[in-house]
């Protein structure tokens, strides 16, 4: 059940992280760390989809530990960005709270996943 919240959230939030990159890009001229927040951004659900598809439960809990790796990469470039002032605070803050609302169920998930094995 959290592996389908956790696809979800990471799908939308995903979403938001193109329109972040589109809005660095466009409006404030910003073509590094607006490049990384959007792969490392974009990987978590594409890493949480490919869990979903894993072939034994050891792979499972790997694909979304990597998941989870890419979930603290991308909460590092949005403080940075907040933190360089090229995203207001607000902003910012709202991202890293979803970020971190996802690292919590990706967590979740594994733990229950070790417990289970």
């Known amino acids: 059940m959290k592996e389908k919240v ?43 989809r490919e869990a979903e598809q894993a072939e034994s439960r050891p792979d499972f809990i790997h694909k979304l530990a990597i998941a989870n790796k890419e979930a603290s990469e991308t909460h590092y470039w949005l403080s940075l960005l907040r933190d360089s002032k090229l995203l207001e605070d607000r902003l910012a803050n709202s991202f890293l709270i979803d970020c971190e609302e996802i690292q919590k169920l990706l967590i979740a998930s594994i733990k229950t996943s070790k417990m289970k094995r």
């Not at 760390?33 to 951004?41: A, H, I, N, T």
């Open 6 to 48: 956790a696809n979800q959230k990471s799908y939308a939030f995903a979403l938001r992280i193109i329109k972040l990159y589109s809005f660095l890009r466009d409006e404030q001229k910003e073509y590094v760390l607006s490049k990384q927040v959007l792969r490392s951004g974009t990987a978590i659900g594409a890493l949480i």
